[in-house]
T-cell receptor, first 109, second 114 residues
Framework: GQNIDQPTEMTATEGAIVQINCTYQTSGFNGLFWYQQHAGEAPTFLSYNVLDGLEEKGRFSSFLSRSKGYSYLLLKELQMKDSASYLCAVMDSNYQLIWGAGTKLIIKP | DGGITQSPKYLFRKEGQNVTLSCEQNLNHDAMYWYRQDPGQGLRLIYYSQIVNDFQKGDIAEGYSVSREKKESFPLTVTSAQKNPTAFYLC?????????????FGPGTRLTVL
């Protein structure tokens, strides 16, 4: 079967750095997406990785290792508004997105 | 402003009633999707459509129906056959069917069946 694993919840301090991990086992791979979702709202796109390595976009970076079936999202200089759920999704061989359950990130002052 | 709209934001229905959730996009996207989100679970695909007048079942299509008569619109009907319909429903689109672009989401409809 297809599976995406992420930690259920993480807590970090304002101004700090946090790394959210995602491991996957899917039928084929056409890229990995990270989305941010505030409670009760729509997910919004953060990043897309299809090749191994690190993609940096401002305070957010995303890393992919296809051989290990592993990705992480790195958030720097955390702000209170970063409190949200972070969703990892893999596009499989049928170009369908397989979603993880999401990681709820709690930022404390 | 281009985007996806879903209405209503909150919907309450009695058990045994069918209900239709609206999804409209003005992004000129070919592909549209319906997902269901439950606490502690990832988004699960209900139905998707890659072109007008065509749609395919996702992983949890039982108890749901859709139509795609216009490119802009992809309504979802939750029928009385759906055993546990209370959930957060999200509509999404992307430019090309089978493309590698990100999906754009509407604001969601929270359905509560009493």
């Amino acid at each position: 079967g297809q599976n995406i694993d992420q930690p259920t919840e993480m807590t970090a301090t304002e101004g700090a750095i946090v790394q959210i991990n995602c491991t996957y086992q899917t039928s084929g791979f056409n890229g990995l997406f990270w989305y941010q979702q505030h409670a009760g709202e729509a997910p919004t796109f953060l990043s897309y990785n299809v090749l191994d390595g690190l993609e940096e976009k401002g305070r957010f970076s995303s890393f992919l290792s296809r051989s290990k079936g592993y990705s992480y999202l790195l958030l720097k200089e955390l702000q209170m508004k970063d409190s949200a759920s972070y969703l990892c999704a893999v596009m499989d061989s049928n170009y369908q997105l397989i979603w993880g359950a999401g990681t709820k990130l709690i930022i404390k002052p | 402003d281009g985007g996806i709209t879903q209405s209503p934001k909150y919907l309450f229905r009695k058990e045994g009633q069918n209900v239709t959730l609206s999804c409209e996009q003005n992004l000129n996207h070919d592909a549209m999707y319906w997902y269901r989100q439950d606490p502690g679970q990832g988004l699960r695909l209900i139905y998707y459509s890659q072109i007008v007048n065509d749609f395919q079942k996702g992983d949890i299509a039982e108890g749901y129906s859709v139509s795609r008569e216009k490119k802009e619109s992809f309504p979802l009907t939750v029928t009385s056959a759906q055993k546990n319909p209370t959930a957060f429903y999200l509509c999404a689109s992307n430019p090309l069917a089978g493309g590698l672009d990100e999906q754009f989401f509407g604001p969601g409809t929270r359905l509560t069946v009493l």
